[in-house]
């Protein structure tokens, strides 16, 4: 088999196709959840410490000094905390939809089976072999 067949058919098949659908509404879930954080959620954790934009905290090591071509050097903090809401709340949503799933399956295995009713005639035959294992008998 040509490689070029052999990747036909890999990309054609639907793992593939569910996997380019996934990375594309993960990214733009990624982008929902940074609007969230950054526009909803830490707007009012700024305001209940008293106006502190976390973006903004750095934790500074050296000052720029543009005389000399030093450039400023920083810990980013606040970038990194809400970095870690965010992943926060994504797991938490991740979580939330594998429940789901999960629960739906466990629906699935635990529903129960409809008893097999046999037909009339499963019922003739069975009484006309009883009969017959009796005059045996």
């Known amino acids: 088999m040509s490689i070029v067949k052999e990747f036909k058919e890999f990309a054609v098949k639907g793992n593939v196709i569910d996997l380019a659908v996934g990375v594309i509404?993960?990214?733009?879930?990624?982008?929902?959840?940074?609007?969230?954080?950054?526009?909803?959620?830490?707007?009012?954790?700024?305001?209940?410490?008293g106006g502190i934009d976390f973006a903004d905290k750095v934790l500074l090591l050296q000052k720029s000094?543009?005389?000399?071509?030093?450039?400023?050097?920083?810990?980013?903090?606040?970038?990194?905390?809400?970095?870690?809401?965010?992943?926060?709340?994504?797991?938490?949503?991740?979580?939330?939809v594998v429940k789901a799933?999960?629960?739906?399956?466990?629906?699935?295995e635990i529903a129960p089976t409809v008893p097999v009713v046999?037909?009339?005639?499963?019922?003739?035959?069975t009484e006309i072999r009883d009969i017959l294992q009796e005059k045996k008998i």
Request: proline share 5%; charged share 15%.
């Open 25 to 49: 509404i993960g990214a733009a879930f990624g982008k929902i959840v940074t609007s969230l954080v950054s526009d909803i959620i830490m707007p009012p954790i700024g305001y209940l410490t």
């Open 65 to 96: 000094d543009p005389a000399h071509s030093v450039a400023e050097v920083s810990i980013k903090y606040g970038l990194f905390l809400n970095t870690l809401i965010q992943f926060l709340i994504v797991a938490f949503c991740i979580f939330l």
């Open 101 to 108: 799933i999960n629960s739906l399956k466990r629906k699935e």
């Open 118 to 125: 046999p037909t009339k005639e499963e019922i003739l035959l």
